[in-house]
């Protein structure tokens, strides 16, 4: 897969040689067969590292009957990763030119990703927050290298539009510096400060122009970033139930966890990509509250996986929790889960109030499976199955009421 930017080939038959440095000019937004390319694929994974080590320190805090303070750090440092993966997937939406240079600032924002990674379980277990802010700064300053590439080689407006960005992004790193320097009472007024600067950055910086992203690409890249998120989660969850099986024995107790685990995590999948959401993305105001909007999708998606390693060391006793809270550590980011994709995808697409209702009602079914015990995760699960199972019928009763055709080009399958 090439960048549409690229030159063509010199002669028929010859080999494909592009220019190692290409100017970094915006894409068209109607571009045809736009796709992630390798590069980014390989960014998605990357970052999955430190989602992983994020769940990770979440579930040695929630088995330690921390979960106030685990939520908390698991918030902020899942923000971190997220709104870094965020503002390079949207700039490669409008500027990948796929050259040398990109591709090397590319890999240092990797680099850096890397590094915050190291430095979650501190973050977690001393408040040191060093590590974390060093790689972030490493990941933005990559960033604002890219945006001052791109004003290089605009005008006007556009020009503009991309110092706002490196300027707002250059602001933001001095503010983030309060978690490392401020007392550690104060540090979570610095973390919601600078959320809201951060998300304020690019309504400001497109404020009089608007940016080339592409709507298939950027749906697609969300797509292809919650599958990784949702794939993390089976892991993690397997790896739980195969050293507890392996440890203790248990594997009839487990056994409703992890096929209810499966359970949520295979419907997770499929009512998200119920519908093609990228028909939706018309308007930057549209695809801004879509785009924010999948922190509680992807942070809930990854604490379902946390979740289930929670409630398989309570099961063989190595949490020094109760059943009801290892329950609610899957139940509860599920429900999120389910009313966040709802919020974001799923409503735009229904037919009738009885699709509008499918998912906010399972939402509250399963936060009432919480109170069932050792069968909370099983049911739950089953819960979230069945959801699908309704989906799909309701669909297809509209369909075949509206005699074989659907109105709108695509209905909610779920």
């Known amino acids: ?52 080590q994020a769940g990770a320190e979440l579930v040695h805090a929630v088995a330690e009957g921390h979960a106030g303070n685990g939520i ?14 965020v503002n390079f997937s949207w700039f490669a939406s409008a500027y990948d030119n796929d050259d040398v240079l990109y591709r090397v600032v590319t890999l240092v924002q990797i680099a850096g990703v890397l ?3 190291s430095g979650i379980s501190r973050a977690f277990e001393h408040h040191d927050y060093v590590a974390v802010w060093l790689g972030y700064v490493i990941m933005r300053l990559a960033m604002v290298a890219q ?19 490196a300027g707002g992004v250059l602001l933001c790193q001095v503010g983030w510096l309060g978690l490392v320097v401020l007392p550690t009472p104060a540090r979570p007024w610095v973390f919601l400060v600078m959320v809201i600067a951060e998300l304020c950055v690019p309504m400001y910086a497109e404020r009089h122009h608007t940016t080339a992203w592409h709507p298939h690409h950027i749906a697609e890249r969300y797509g292809l970033f919650t599958i990784i998120v949702l794939g993390e989660t089976i892991a993690a969850a397997t790896v739980a139930v195969k ?9 009839s107790t487990l056994l409703p966890i992890a096929a209810g685990g499966l359970l949520i995590v295979f419907s997770a999948w499929w009512i998200y990509f119920g519908v093609p959401i990228h ?60 009313l966040t994709v709802w919020a974001l995808h799923a409503r735009h697409f229904k037919a009738g109030i009885a699709q509008q209702l499918v998912l906010p009602v399972s939402a509250l079914l399963v936060i009432c499976c919480t109170f069932l015990g050792h069968w909370s995760v099983l049911s739950a699960g089953v819960v ?14 509209g369909t075949m009421r509206g005699g074989g055709r659907q109105a709108k080009p695509a209905v909610s399958t779920t």
């Open 1 to 52: 897969m090439m960048s549409s930017s690229a030159p063509p080939p010199a002669a028929a038959g010859a080999p494909h040689t592009p220019h190692p440095l290409r100017r970094l000019t915006a894409r068209g937004r109607g571009e045809p067969h736009r796709v992630a390319t390798p590069l980014e694929l390989f960014f998605d994974l990357c970052f999955v590292v430190a989602v992983a």
């Open 72 to 85: 908390l750090n698991y918030a902020m440092l899942f923000f971190a990763i997220w709104w870094a993966w």
């Open 115 to 117: 590094v915050l990674a």
């Open 147 to 165: 945006w001052l590439r791109a004003a290089r080689t605009a005008e006007g407006a556009e020009r503009t539009t991309a110092l706002r960005y």
């Open 243 to 251: 050293s507890a099986e392996a440890e203790h024995g248990a594997f």
């Open 279 to 338: 028909g939706h993305l018309r308007s930057s105001r549209q695809a801004f509250l879509w785009g924010y909007g999948h922190y509680a999708v992807l942070a809930s998606a990854a604490a379902i996986g946390a979740g289930l390693e929670v409630a398989v060391e309570e099961a063989v006793g190595k949490a020094h929790i109760s059943t009801l809270s290892a329950s609610a550590a899957v139940t509860l980011p599920t429900a999120l889960y389910l």
């Open 384 to 397: 979230a199955a069945l959801t699908v199972v309704v989906g799909v019928v309701l669909t297809a009763r």
